[in-house]
T-cell receptor, first 113, second 112 residues
Framework: DAGVIQSPRHEVTEMGQEVTLRCKPI?????LFWYRQTMMRGLELLIY????????DSGMPEDRFSAKMPNASFSTLKIQPSEPRDSAVYFC???????????FGQGTRLTVV | GESVGLHLPTLSVQEGDNSIINCAYS??????FIWYKQESGKGPQFIID?????DKRQGQRVTVLLNKTVKHLSLQIAATQPGDSAVYFC???????????FGTGTRLKVLA
């Protein structure tokens, strides 16, 4: 099992540009989470999908952030336009169901200059 | 830019000694708990979990203890090795929700 796969591992972009982060959850997992990790705030839940449906996006900072899960094996997190304060490590995690352990990807380190 | 970050408590342990990392959880309705290890530049990695109907669970070199009375969780690492150096997070899951609530983490430093 390859685990949760995220791409790219690193992204450097200029302020105002669109950024798309990608995630492939573990096969058979029906729940997917996007988290953001910063020194200031630690791990923050951005959005949660269950069976490809967004259940809770209350953690999404603002309208510049959007996430999709078109099928069970792929999700994207998009930031448009990006701002320097979006710089962080973004993690995707999946779980076979609620109340079961969540497995994380290696993260995407985003730097907006 | 950010001038103030989360202050992570740090535990420094001599190689070969046992480590105990503590976590206070917030919700008395939480009934599933996980310990994660995060090494620099990597994602949180599952170590061990425990459900609320248990008070102890053992893995390879790791033991998790749960005290529901005082809402306290601990991770014990036996014979700590340099490769154990990382930040350790506890996470709680509340029954009937989908959210995992993460602690701020503890940095473990293993001294040679």
């Amino acid at each position: 099992d390859a685990g949760v796969i995220q791409s790219p591992r690193h992204e450097v972009t200029e302020m105002g540009q669109e950024v798309t982060l990608r995630c492939k959850p573990i096969s058979g997992h029906n729940s997917l989470f996007w988290y953001r990790q910063t020194m200031m705030r630690g791990l923050e839940l951005l959005i949660y999908f269950n069976n490809n449906v967004p259940i809770d996006d209350s953690g999404m900072p603002e309208d510049r952030f959007s996430a999709k899960m078109p099928n069970a094996s792929f999700s994207t997190l998009k930031i448009q336009p990006s701002e320097p304060r979006d710089s962080a490590v973004y993690f995707c995690a999946s779980t076979p169901g609620t109340g079961l352990s969540a497995f994380f990807g290696q993260g995407t380190r985003l730097t907006v200059v | 830019g950010e001038s103030v970050g989360l202050h992570l408590p740090t535990l420094s342990v001599q190689e070969g000694d046992n480590s105990i990392i503590n976590c206070a959880y917030s919700n008395s309705a939480s009934d599933y708990f996980i310990w994660y290890k995060q090494e620099s530049g990597k994602g949180p990695q599952f170590i061990i979990d425990i459900r609320s109907n248990m008070d102890k669970r053992q893995g390879q070199r790791v033991t998790v203890l749960l005290n529901k009375t005082v809402k306290h969780l601990s991770l014990q690492i036996a014979a700590t090795q340099p490769g154990d150096s990382a930040v350790y997070f506890c996470a709680e899951w509340v029954s009937g929700t989908y959210k995992y609530i993460f602690g701020t983490g503890t940095r473990l430093k293993v001294l040679a």
